[in-house]
Structure formats: structure tokens, C-alpha cells
């Protein structure tokens, strides 16, 4: 039986838009960022910012390198925040209604600056909500010193979360995220990165085919 949901967040509850950032860092001068930043996974200093190997005063530091002399440390983080589309309304809705039937729970690559303006923005966007209206729990790549696909993040996330992975289907938009925590023994459903399927789809279908919808 399936007790708990455990979410990516970008590409499956925060809508993303990789271009978006990548043509920021260019009008601030990096005109190297499409190397740095993928769909599925980041490089250099922006994934040692994610794998919490730098601080983000030190990963702005790292960035301005690359950028005009005057560019400011806010500039980079408004920058790097173009990433983020934002959470539909409904999508959020959603999520505190599965907490009455589910464990629901946050395992997401993610860094400290974005976790801490935009995504929380995001999240307080119905009045009187916050982060934990919505989860019963958060696993950052940068707190736990890991990156998915690797199995000390999962590790962490079950250590840290008290869940079983034999009763938690997790959801992302990465094949290879699924093929670990499948490995581990995980459930795992794949979101399409299309956007024609919500997630909230994809959790029916698949609880549905195996007999558990409640």
C-alpha cells in the first residue's frame, strides 16, 4: 500500500523555463551560462551551490567572474530565479487536499537562494500558507550534501523523512531520478516533461493500476 507521495519540485510542482535563465545570465554578461545550467542537473558553481559545496555569497563571488565589473549580487540571484515559473494555484490546492490521505513529501536538487525568495514565495502565495501547509516534510539537495540521482540523498531523505521506501511513490521528470529510487525500492512514476500530463494525473494512473486509489 502507498502511504506516502514524495515530489520533485521543479517540472512537477514549480513549472520551470531553463531559457528564461540562461538569456538573464546573458544580459548580465556570462555569455558561457548554456554550459552550466541542463534540464536535469547543473555544473561548475551552480552545482556546487545545489550540492551545498558553496555558500551562495561565495557561488555569487564565483559568478561575478564572469560578469561586468558593478554587477551585483542581487542581479545574479533575480537572474537565476528566471528558472522558476511559478506554482499554479490549483496545483497547490491539490497538495493540501492529498495530505489529508497521504504522507506527502519534498525531495528536490535545489539551492539556498532560490529555496529561500523564490520558492518560498511560491508557496506563500494563498494567504495564510506557508511551506508546511503543504508537506510533511523537505529534503534539499543543498542540506543533505547530495545530489539525486545518488542514493545518499534517498538515503537522507528516509533517515530524515521516517519513511519506507517500499510505501512511497516518488514523482519526477527524470528517468534516471525514477531508475534510482526504483533501485532503491521506491515506487517511482516519471511526470512527462511535456506538461500535457499534471502530476496529479500521473498519481491516479498510477495508484489506480495498482489497485490502491482511495
Known amino acids: ?13 514549480m513549472d520551470i523555463r531553463r531559457e528564461n535563465c540562461v538569456k538573464a545570465f546573458q544580459e548580465l ?19 556546487l551551490l545545489e550540492e551545498g559545496a558553496l555558500t551562495p555569497d561565495e557561488f555569487r563571488a564565483e559568478i561575478m567572474k564572469s560578469c561586468p565589473g558593478g554587477t551585483a549580487g542581487s ?28 504522507g506527502v513529501y519534498l525531495l528536490s536538487n535545489t539551492n539556498k537562494i532560490m529555496w529561500d525568495s523564490r520558492i518560498a514565495e511560491e508557496f506563500r502565495k494563498i494567504p495564510g500558507r506557508e511551506m508546511d501547509s503543504y508537506f510533511d516534510g523537505t ?11 545518488s542514493a545518499e540523498i534517498f538515503g537522507y531523505a528516509v533517515r530524515k523523512l521516517g519513511i519506507v521506501p517500499e510505501e512511497t511513490l ?45
Open 1 to 13: 500500500m502507498i502511504k506516502n507521495l514524495l515530489f520533485d519540485l521543479g517540472g512537477v510542482i
Open 75 to 102: 542581479q545574479i540571484d533575480d537572474a537565476f530565479n528566471q528558472f522558476l515559473v511559478g506554482i499554479p494555484a490549483y496545483r497547490l490546492e491539490a497538495l493540501a487536499g492529498l495530505r489529508r490521505r497521504y
Open 29 to 47: 554578461g556570462m555569455s558561457d551560462i548554456g554550459e552550466f545550467l541542463g534540464d536535469y542537473g547543473q555544473k561548475g558553481a551552480f552545482k
Open 170 to 214: 516518488f514523482l519526477d521528470d527524470s528517468q534516471e531520478n525514477i531508475r534510482a529510487a526504483v533501485a532503491l525500492g521506491f515506487h517511482g512514476a516519471v511526470v512527462p516533461a511535456s506538461g500535457d500530463v499534471d502530476v496529479f494525473d500521473v498519481i491516479n494512473r498510477y495508484l489506480s493500476s495498482a489497485g490502491d486509489v482511495r
Open 139 to 149: 529534503v534539499t539537495s543543498f542540506e543533505a550534501r547530495a545530489l539525486k540521482p
